[in-house]
């Protein structure tokens, strides 16, 4: 496997450099996308200490603190776009994400993987993470899709149809473009440090399916959640 220096990475901060002067130009947003590539920066360097003692330490309870980290940050920040960010709409979506979440990785971890060890952290924390962002995308989708519909006064049932089609459509593009358009990540990474290509499609397979299970199921449950308050 090829081994990339922090050097190396100064390569791709050119293009951003131009991504960036269009930004600002254009947004008259000068601290945004700076703000988060130092987050990014840091959050992974961080998270990539973090992992290297989970890994090794295996401890249950260490586990399950990161992943209710990770249901807690993921709820937070899928509420982003919606304009009346009430206290109940966090709880809802942490509620959707860990449950929609949590039945997709119980069939991956105890069914497709059949691990020994159920809560091994070099499988479950990488993949619960994968299962936690995509459905918190499709929940912040479905949630500003539904406030914008429901704010154009179409009654509930319409504006949770719009929002939960609007909401998988990240999703249902990437199904229909893996392998044409796109070699997905987790099935680049593989095949770049060395296994078959033929073993990294299964996992690609794996991934794409639990990705919109969770997605879905955890969208559907955020909207039904919302019924009693419309």
């Not at 539904?146 to 939960?164: C, G, L, P, Q, S």
Request: proline fraction near 3%; aromatic fraction near 12%.
């Amino acid at each position: 496997m090829y081994i990339i220096t922090f050097f190396d990475l100064l390569y791709i901060a050119l293009p951003l450099i131009l991504v960036y002067y269009i930004y600002q130009k254009w947004s008259n947003d000068k601290t945004t996308i700076p703000y988060a590539l130092s987050r990014m920066f840091i959050q992974l360097v961080l998270i990539g200490y973090i992992l290297t003692y989970i890994f090794e330490t295996k401890n249950f309870f260490v586990v399950m603190l990161i992943l209710t980290v990770m249901l807690i940050v993921a709820s937070i920040i899928s509420m982003r776009p919606v304009a009346k960010k009430e206290k109940t709409l966090y709880i809802k979506s942490f509620l959707s994400i860990l449950v929609g979440g949590t039945i997709t990785l119980t069939f991956v971890i105890v069914g497709v993987l059949d691990l020994e060890l159920w809560y091994e952290p070099r499988f479950l924390i990488p993949l619960a993470g994968m299962i936690f962002a995509n459905a918190m995308n499709s929940v912040s989708i479905s949630a500003e899709r539904f406030e914008t519909e429901y704010n154009r006064e179409a009654n509930y049932i319409e504006a949770r149809n719009t929002a939960y089609k609007a909401s998988l459509i990240p999703n249902i593009n990437t199904l229909f473009a893996v392998g044409l358009v796109s070699i997905p990540g987790m099935m680049t990474g593989q095949i770049l440090s060395g296994i078959s290509p033929i073993i990294a499609v299964k996992y690609q397979i794996m991934v794409m399916c639990m990705v919109i299970s969770s997605s879905g199921l955890s969208t559907a449950l955020y909207l039904k959640l919302l019924q009693k308050d419309h």
